[in-house]
């Protein structure tokens, strides 16, 4: 059938796409929803994650039938550990989740690249990560099976790769399964020729199968694959026209908070119904929209959009209540059941909005949820280094014992677990009620647990409860006739007493790798959330990972940012075999980190590395004829598709947070061919940004900066002195995501006063602290009084 079904497509008068129609032949469908770890598609929106676990696998027998969850399971856990193969040479946690299996794996490289042209072999090229589930599943199911990997072993020149380490190489063929197949996720398997061109892609497929189809009808599969490649090649180029400029900010923006508006959910918060992501990039363009129209209906709908959405996150099983920090997102529409992998990138983006959510509303629960980011992030994701781990798996083994992974199993509660941690009469409590039983009120606690099957179709979670706050401290302490300050006191000590449990259950996977872009995210995420709160500690955890940063992940010698580098088995920093070039979100998030960690510790130096790192990276990645940046090397000959990101998902796209990198920047060091490559880039994207804005609410934000001009302000005085300090409290007091913050000391011989001899002009009155508010450097009268300067930057 398959064959046949090839053989037609393939033919010079059929009009379907063969690629297309091979995977909805082995996978008797189109594939939108096959992978629950989704990437994004092309409209900007999330597909949703499949609702059951996977039925199939790469079975190595011919039939196109789907295989039994019994079937393909490997080896048992008793059998001895097979000799590495040659990704235990590696130190990518996911690459060494595979060093023992029986598949003859090499590392995404020239040796691989030799072996298929000299072999004249397709390549097999399987893409995941070491915290993705169904990766997981498919290792288990399929990588582990002998017959399996001597079938992939014997056909094939194997690859893997995780996509964290190369992201570049993940976005280019995930674009041709995209293209393919109409959607993708991970585990990503996809089949190239020798030259690395794809010919067929998507999930789980009978490798015996594909490798019949190469032999018989390889011609059509190189053709295929090869008009693939050159449609997206046309499909995916983003370039500025000659002469063009920038969208209208003001329609975009509206544009970008309409669109946001239609998917918004008013009863919990958030965007689209499940399964319900934390989208920050989202909140933070409403919170950017709400600045420039606090007055207006829209934006006053805006702030309560975000509001909202962060508060009931904050209350639900998103948020891990009891070891702190969030989970990657929420399978049902009321943020309670989660997948419960952690993610560096979601603290790091979610500190920083629930600390901006802070600045508007005044409300202490967003500083104290910053603040518990920060906590885990600290606690759990930090290296003696000073850098940042990448993730903590969903799946661990169940403390009751077993040798199976669940997922949740190190989060979730049985009541049972509950009462006997808690059995203590309160005293004073209504009824007679025990610690448990308030708990389990406030935190919705069941006896026979409180997740729906809806939510757990694999029963890993029958009989548990996941915590989610049900009612408020005031509820909850009227409910059971006590002080708000009893039951405070009570519900803290219970988690911790959880914590403590939580110590003694078998860990999740924590995965070591260390990236430039996540720990440049991160250090965002410490500087703002430290200046905002004056916090020296986290201000100080800041300075720590930008000197990680350039001692572990600058190549001072090639004058290039490194990818990234691992914990070793001594807890020492270590390289990889082959270092890892940096890509574009590695120059352009340690930027921002940069520069946040400068306007929180006003220390130039990071300002200096700050503007050496935008050098390298227009030199690295800019395009001089269409604008905009390419997400990798241009002159890589293994990458077939010079991309842009144009997406700003679970993380921004980094031409998104380049183009208010170079805005500030060309603030900080008065070069006005930085404020104009702002423009360009931005030019570039002008087709998606007037179209779909929703698709890139960050770059909506840069937009809105270069229209709206940044306000320069300028304090002068010493920097550790009360009054320059009371100056700066109120500057970090207030959001004002349409600024720069510099400091004026008198150190004429300094980095700023080289870059900007106007500061030279600008000095203390009468002896004390003195602000400037400026634009373009014409400043309004100095004030001295921060309430003065509170009320000159709300106007």
Known sequence: MLRLAWARSSSKNSRVDPARLLSIVLLGGDNKSHSPEQSRDISGLTPPPAS??????????????????????????????????????ERSPYLLQHAHNPVDWYPWG???????????????????????????????????DEEIGKTLSDNFVCIKVDREERPDVDKVYMTFVQATSGGGGWPMSVWLTPDLRPFIGGTYFPPKDIQMCWQDNREALESSGERVIEALKKGTSIAANPGETPPPAHDVANRCFVQLAHSYEEEYGGFRDAPKFPSPVNLMFLMSFWSVNRSSTEGSEALQMTLHTLRMMALGGIHDHVSQGFHRYSTDSSWHVPHFEKMLYDQAQLAVAYISAFQVSGEQVFADVARDILLYVSR??????????????????????????????????MGSEVRELLPVVVEGATGGATEADIFMHHYGVKEQGNVDMEQDPHGELQGQNVLIVRYSVELTAARFGLSVIKVSELLASARAKMAEVRKSRPA?????????????????????????????????????????????????????MLRSCYRGDEMEVEQGVSPIAGFLDDYAYVICGLLDLYEA????????????????????????????????????????????????????????VSALNLLRLSHYTGRKDWSQRSQQLLAAFSDRLTRVPIALPEMVRGLMANHYT???????????????????????????????????????????????????SLTCQGGSATAYVCEDFTCALPVTDPQELRRLLLE
């Open 110 to 144: 020239q040796e691989a690249f030799d072996k298929a042209r000299s072999e004249d072999k397709p390549i097999f090229l399987s893409v995941g990560y070491s915290t993705c589930h169904w990766c997981h599943v498919m290792e288990r199911e399929s990588f582990e």
């Open 380 to 413: 759990d994701l930090s290296d003696k280094s000073g850098g940042f781990y990448s993730a903590e798996d969903a799946d661990s083994l169940p403390a009751a014992g077993g040798s199976e992974k669940r997922e949740g199993a190190f989060c979730v509660w």
């Open 508 to 560: 999740p996977h924590l995965d070591t790798k260390m990236l430039a872009s996540w720990n440049g995210l991160m250090l965002s995420g410490f500087a703002r959330v430290g200046a905002v709160l004056d916090d020296k500690a986290l201000l100080e955890r800041a300075v720590q990972a930008a000197g990680f940063l350039k001692e572990h992940l600058w190549d001072a010698e090639r004058q290039i």
């Open 601 to 656: 510790t006003l220390q130039p130096e990071w300002l200096r590395w700050g503007e050496e790192l935008q050098d390298r990276q227009d030199l690295l990645f800019w395009d001089a004829e269409g604008g905009g940046y390419y997400c990798s090397d241009p002159t890589d000959p293994t990458v077939l598709l010079r991309l842009k990101q144009d997406q700003d998902g679970a993380e921004p796209s980094a031409n998104s």
């Open 52 to 89: 059951d676990k996977s039925p199939s696998l790469m079975t190595s027998r011919a039939s196109l039938s789907m295989a039994s969850g019994s079937e393909g399971q490997g080896s048992p856990p008793s059998t001895p550990q097979r000799p590495p193969n040659r990704l235990g040479q």
């Open 710 to 760: 940044l306000k320069q302000i300028v304090i002068c005085g010493q920097r550790d002195a009360p009054d320059t300090s009371s100056l700066l409290a109120t500057v970090n007091s207030l959001f004002l995501p349409h600024k720069v913050l510099m400091l004026a000391d008198g150190e004429t011989e300094g980095y700023l006063y080289q870059r900007l001899p106007i500061l030279s």
